[in-house]
């Protein structure tokens, strides 16, 4: 029985890509850090772990609902047919149950919070919900999903801090296009299935050379309004060597991916993208500290 349980637990964790959580996590840690500086004192222990459970309940909870809503899109799609819900590995109820739980510890975690945070979780949820619609009529929806993702470092601070401010706002809006941007070049696999599908996307709508431009512009503007930050936080020359260091990166990654070749998509993806958020965190950390 428990090694059924366990199983059953593993299929439901990779049906939602658990794993990837660490595209948002760092940048939730960030939004934390700065909310620290604001302060001028750390956050408790529980205020990180209930942030992070937070976190953990909105991400799971929203990916578990893709998969559901957008099984039978899956099931039609090459490169998608052997998801879990398509292939037979997790029953529809199952997931289900997965989303259920997970947005009532979002709920639970935003309420252990702050009064503010559990009054903003419902326009989360409708943003997360929101979203896996939207590839049905309309082609933002990759900014769609960016500002889901922004909400992390602007949940976080609003978390520890109970209020809204420019900086964390320049934060999200940078996280929003960094993840638009990244979005677009992974739309660009299912742009033939799209178009003969009658779904939205940028890749769909505008082509994979002029899209991959757009990718390019709206990373540009990631890296501008990361710049932004010192002037309202107080961070200095480690937080821009950080920059520095995530403009090469992203220079990296644009070279992995072009329009005409998707081979190398996956390390542009799924590595370039985790270390992008793990450095931005950690040399804002080491700034805050010194």
Request: with cysteine; net charge positive.
């Amino acid at each position: 029985m428990t090694g059924i349980v366990l199983a059953k637990t593993r299929s439901l964790l990779e049906m939602i890509k658990f794993s990837h959580t660490v595209f948002a996590f760092p940048f939730a840690l960030t939004g934390a850090t700065l909310a620290a500086l604001a302060n001028g004192a750390p956050p408790t222990a529980a205020q990180i772990a209930w942030l992070c459970l937070a976190m953990i309940g909105a991400r799971s909870g929203a990916m578990g609902l893709n998969r559901i809503i957008d099984a039978s899109i899956d099931a039609d799609n090459p490169r998608t047919a052997s998801r879990h819900i398509p292939a037979g590995k997790v029953g529809r109820g199952e997931a289900w149950a997965l989303v259920l739980v997970s947005f009532a510890l979002l709920l639970l975690a935003a309420w252990m919070l702050n009064p503010l945070c559990f009054y903003l979780a419902p326009v989360a949820l409708f943003f997360l919900i929101l979203y896996s619609y939207c590839k049905r009529f309309t082609a933002l929806a990759h900014l769609v999903l960016g500002l889901c993702l922004a909400a992390a470092p602007v949940g976080a601070w609003i978390a520890l801090r109970g209020d809204l401010q420019w900086p964390i706002v320049v934060l999200g809006l940078a996280v929003l296009f960094w993840v638009a941007g990244f979005d677009i070049f992974y739309a660009l696999q299912d742009l033939e299935f799209d178009r003969a599908r009658g779904l939205f996307s940028i890749p769909s709508q505008l082509g994979a050379e002029r899209s991959v431009w757009l990718a390019r512009l709206f990373h540009l503007l990631m890296l501008g309004l990361l710049l932004l930050l010192p002037l309202g936080t107080g961070l200095g020359g480690i937080y821009l060597f950080g920059v520095l260091v995530v403009a090469a990166m992203l220079l990296y990654e644009h070279r992995l991916v072009k329009p005409d070749d998707l081979t190398r998509l996956d390390a542009a993806f799924f590595n370039m993208n985790g270390y992008i958020s793990v450095t931005i965190f950690a040399f804002t950390l080491i700034d805050a500290l010194m």
